[in-house]
C-alpha cells in the first residue's frame, strides 16, 4: 500500500451492466494507493449489477446517486467500460454533464474499453489522443480524437485503454495521473 492518493477523493460513474472487472481492479488499485473511491450512479437502486465478461456479474452498492453529488466534490474520475453502462451513461444528460465538469475543469479523467463512450458526448476529446475498445474507434475518430492501438494511453490527464487485459498498465497510468492532479487541456 501507498499514500500516493491520500487524500484524494475518485468519483467512479456507472450504470447497470458495468464490465465488473473494469471496476474492481481499478477501484482496489485506487484504494491501495490511498484514495477514497465513491461508487455513483444514476440508478435509482441502492445496487447495480455488473457485467462479467459474458452473463450478469455481482451486485455492488451504490455509495452515491448522481443527483446527490458535485464534480467539485472529487479529485479525479474512473469511467469502467461494458457495453451497457456508458450507452445508458451518454444518452443521461446528468452523467454527460458530470463527466464535462471533469474534462472542463482538467481533472483527470481515466476511461477503460468502452468507457470513453461517455467522454464522446461532452464534446472534449477533439484532438486528444486516445485508445478504447476497438469497435468505438470509429465513434473516436469521428468526434475528433487521435485514435491508436496501444495498451495504455495518455493525454493531459486523460487516461483511456483498450479491454480488461490492459488493466495493470492501466490502473498503473490511473494512479499517477491522478496523484499528479489537474492538467491544462
Known sequence: MSD?????????????????VELTKPMQAL???????????????????????????????????LSDVKAEDYNALLLPGGVMNPDKLRANKDAVSFVNKFMEAGKPVAAICH?????????KVQGKKMTSYPSLQTDLKNAGADWVDQEV?????????RNPDD???????????????RHNR
Not at 14 to 20: A, D, T, Y
Not at 167 to 181: L, R, S
Open 4 to 20: 500516493k492518493l491520500k487524500g484524494k477523493k475518485v468519483a467512479v460513474l456507472v450504470e447497470e451492466g458495468f464490465e465488473q
Open 31 to 65: 484504494k491501495d494507493a490511498g484514495a477514497e473511491a465513491d461508487i455513483i450512479s444514476p440508478n435509482k437502486n441502492s445496487e447495480i449489477k455488473a457485467w462479467n465478461h459474458t452473463d450478469w456479474g455481482d451486485k455492488f452498492k451504490v455509495d452515491k446517486k
Open 115 to 123: 468507457g470513453p463512450w461517455t467522454l464522446i458526448e461532452t464534446g
Open 153 to 161: 494511453v495518455v493525454d493531459k490527464g486523460l487516461v483511456t485503454s
Open 167 to 181: 488493466i495493470p498498465a492501466f490502473n498503473k497510468k490511473m494512479v499517477e495521473e491522478f496523484a499528479e492532479g
